[in-house]
């Protein structure tokens, strides 16, 4: 069973940063692709980011450049570090993952966490 746990959400204001962390269970490995979707309130999911196996990255363009994400396989934690976070950059974010590729969109990867609420204000 995969198990995957959010966390470092919170309450930012405007142009501040923070570091979303995904704990993920033993089971994931190397072989694994992980990545990050969002879901504003009210709004659709949204795909932010992804990270293969073999270390090639995607992201939404709405992030691009402001976002990086990173992966520790020694921790199996997978990072998105946000910068320059804007008002609409406030949702649930998910972290995801799926043995072998990433697919797209990101939200119908096969393991998906709880979610860590990010809310930026002006």
């Known amino acids: 069973q995969v198990h995957l746990r959010e966390s470092g959400g919170g309450s930012v204001q405007a142009g501040g940063s923070l570091r979303l962390s995904c704990a993920a269970s033993?089971?994931?490995?190397?072989?694994?692709?992980m990545g990050w979707f969002r879901q504003p309130p009210g709004k659709e999911r949204e795909g932010v980011a992804y990270?293969?196996?073999?270390?090639?990255?995607w992201y939404s363009d709405s992030v691009k450049g402001r976002f990086t994400i990173s992966r520790d396989n020694a921790k199996n934690t997978l990072y998105l570090e946000m910068n320059s976070l804007n008002l609409e950059d406030t949702a649930m974010y998910f972290c995801?993952?799926?043995?072998?590729?990433?697919?797209?969109?990101?939200?119908?990867?096969?393991?998906r966490g709880q979610g860590t609420q990010v809310t930026v204000s002006s």
């Open positions: 995801v993952a799926e043995y072998g590729w990433c697919r797209r969109p990101v939200f119908v990867m096969d393991h």
């Open positions: 033993a089971h994931i490995s190397r072989e694994f692709c």
């Open positions: 990270l293969q196996k073999n270390g090639d990255t």
